[in-house]
């Protein structure tokens, strides 16, 4: 073939035929680099065991130097106790959008012209109160046969010389709502214990209001009353329960009694043999027992010791009884509203054991105690840290019936008061929020353990 036909012919390689010949070209880097991998893989894995608890170790020593740091940099936060002391700022809440006073007082100007009710408005069908004592029991409880009994009924519950021996059959006829009342109510005996000075019996003579609160055992500080109107100074008997305990834990404190019997507004009143050893129970002899107190008293209003009263109280009777026409006010429960919810929370907190709340519930349940949220058109559960009340026959009738509750069973009053209420169904209760509670006082909190008491009082004891 001549020269001038031949043409160049071009070869096209496809991107397939390239890679098929790659691999052989690269075949042996690839080998050196698995191989590379697998052994660093395997050094990393014998590190990795031989190492890991130091590895672990490392990053909670360092979180532990950040928190020790960040500790030290600022200073500690102020008790939430020393924040609220002395707090007067209203305690507020949203309504229809509005923030609003959670309780509405007088102004102190409406306050000084304030005059008392000349009586309760409610029409109570209890008039005449008549307490049970050794006197006028005595040829029932001192015969050889009742002894016995009631030797034995004592020792299974809490009654003794001071609550008297209130029989099973008695506690139905407290019940009973009638124009005149016979019940058991503290001070069976003078020899019961919860001994008063004459002195400050003739001082508690001269009060008309009472605002009071106790601390036994030495467990809680004594807390100024704030917030009083001038014109209600000198209208007001603010009186602080102590025992011996609590005397000598404040002396040592610094606090001591003057020669009026005054520390700042409180009068103190010492009292000397407290009849029973459980002192929560000591404490609600102060706290339901007020008309017993005082007998000449008209109205009273009782603070826990671990609060601060921040409110006038002339203007806190009159927005709580006077301006609703209630005879007793107390607090709404916070947290629950079945008395049997109740329980269970009681001993999940270890406040009472579950033997003594289950025969306390049981009595309950017999006495066909119904477990709603709420009885006579009120919250079933109260927090009873607060009680406002007027000091006339059926209230007290309420607090009697309650008190000996507390005696029989267990010490948690808010475990019982669903069942006096719903039983005695009293004209003029009424029952604040939770957000009134928090206007009227400070929380302070609990100081201090309570020192229990090693015996009672020998001459109260049943035997």
């Not at 700042?264 to 609600?284: A, C, Y």
């Amino acid at each position: 073939m001549p020269s001038s036909t031949i043409r160049s012919i071009s070869i096209t390689v496809s991107d397939e035929d390239g890679a098929a010949a790659a691999p052989t070209r690269r075949a042996p880097r690839a080998a050196r680099r698995k191989a590379a991998a697998r052994s660093f893989g395997q050094r990393a894995v014998r590190l990795l065991a031989r190492w890991w608890p130091v590895l672990l170790l490392l990053p909670a020593v360092a979180l532990l130097l950040f928190e020790a740091s960040r500790l030290s940099a600022s200073p500690p936060a102020p008790a939430a106790s020393v924040s609220s002391l002395g707090r007067l700022d209203p305690t507020t809440r949203l309504v229809h959008g509005v923030r609003e006073p959670c309780l509405k007082l007088l102004s102190p100007k409406s306050l000084a012209n304030l005059v008392f009710p000349e009586g309760t408005k409610r029409d109570s069908v209890v008039k005449k109160i008549i307490y049970k004592s050794d006197d006028d029991d005595y040829d029932t409880y001192h015969s050889e046969a009742n002894s016995t009994y009631l030797l034995q009924h004592a020792e299974a519950t809490r009654f003794n010389l001071f609550a008297g021996f209130q029989t099973l059959a008695e506690r139905e006829d407290s019940f009973k709502v009638n124009e005149t009342i016979n019940v058991h109510c503290g001070f069976y005996s003078d020899s019961g214990g919860f001994k008063i000075s004459d002195e400050d019996r003739r001082y508690m003579r001269t009060c008309k209001v009472v605002v009071s609160t106790c601390a036994f055992g030495g467990g809680d500080d004594l807390y100024q009353p704030i917030g009083m109107a001038n014109s209600s100074i000198g209208r007001v008997c603010y009186t602080a329960f102590w025992d011996e305990v609590t005397l000598s834990t404040q002396e040592a404190e610094g606090k001591v009694i003057g020669d009026n019997g005054m520390i700042g507004r409180w009068h103190i009143i010492v009292v000397k043999s407290l009849p029973f050893v459980d002192q929560r129970l000591n404490g609600k002899i102060p706290k339901m027992l007020t008309h017993r107190l005082f007998p000449e008293a008209r109205y009273s209003i009782w603070v826990d010791s671990k609060y601060q009263f921040r409110r006038d109280p002339i203007a806190v009777l009159e927005a709580l009884l006077w301006r609703t026409n209630s005879t007793f006010a107390i607090s709404e429960h916070g947290a629950r509203s079945n008395i049997y919810d109740e329980g269970k929370a009681i001993v999940q907190k270890h406040k009472a054991t579950p033997e003594e709340v289950e025969v306390q519930l049981s009595q309950y349940r017999q006495d066909g105690m119904p477990g709603e949220k709420r009885l006579h058109g009120l919250k079933a559960l109260s927090e009873a840290s607060v009680i406002v009340r007027e000091l006339t026959p059926a209230p007290n009738h309420f607090m009697c019936a309650w008190f000996n509750e507390v005696v029989r069973f267990t010490s948690r009053d808010q475990l019982s008061f669903p069942y006096v209420l719903w039983r005695l169904n009293m004209p003029g209760m009424s029952m604040f929020s939770v957000c009134t509670r928090r206007d009227l006082v400070n929380s302070l909190g609990h100081t201090r353990k309570v020192k229990p008491l090693t015996q009672t009082n020998p001459e109260s004891s049943a035997t």
